[in-house]
Nanobody, 121 residues
Framework: QVQLVESGGGLVQAGGSLRLSCTVSGSLVSTVAMGWYRQAPGKQRELVATVNSGGGINYADSVRGRFTISRDNAKVTVYLQMNSLKYEDTAVYYC???????????????WGQGTQVTVSS
């Protein structure tokens, strides 16, 4: 089975920085994309940033210029460097990987348990 382990969340003051990391364990022969989503209280889950297997990166407009997503393919790990944090960034952040668990399989989405990011103002 595939498991995602997240770390790096916490409480930070507005203007501060945090770095989230997510490491995938288990068998994935390849990945289509890895990324981060978030869900604020009372809101729907939304895309924050993704990086695909070819290196293409997509950011939500609300975080572009402040957040940076990166990956370590050797470790199947994705990071999210969050700078200039705002109160509006407060949410549970979820790691996502879309990948192939077997050579003969279709892709599947896998999710981490979520890590809380709280920005005080």
């Amino acid at each position: 089975q595939v498991q995602l382990v997240e770390s790096g969340g916490g409480l930070v003051q507005a203007g501060g920085s945090l770095r989230l990391s997510c490491t995938v364990s288990g068998s994935l022969v390849s990945t289509v994309a890895m990324g981060w989503y978030r869900q604020a209280p009372g809101k729907q889950r939304e895309l924050v940033a993704t990086v695909n297997s070819g290196g293409g990166i997509n950011y939500a407009d609300s975080v572009r210029g402040r957040f940076t997503i990166s990956r370590d393919n050797a470790k199947v790990t994705v990071y999210l460097q969050m700078n200039s944090l705002k109160y509006e960034d407060t949410a549970v952040y979820y790691c996502n990987v879309r990948g192939y668990p077997r050579y003969d399989s279709n892709w599947s989405d896998y999710w981490g348990q979520g890590t809380q990011v709280t920005v005080s103002s």
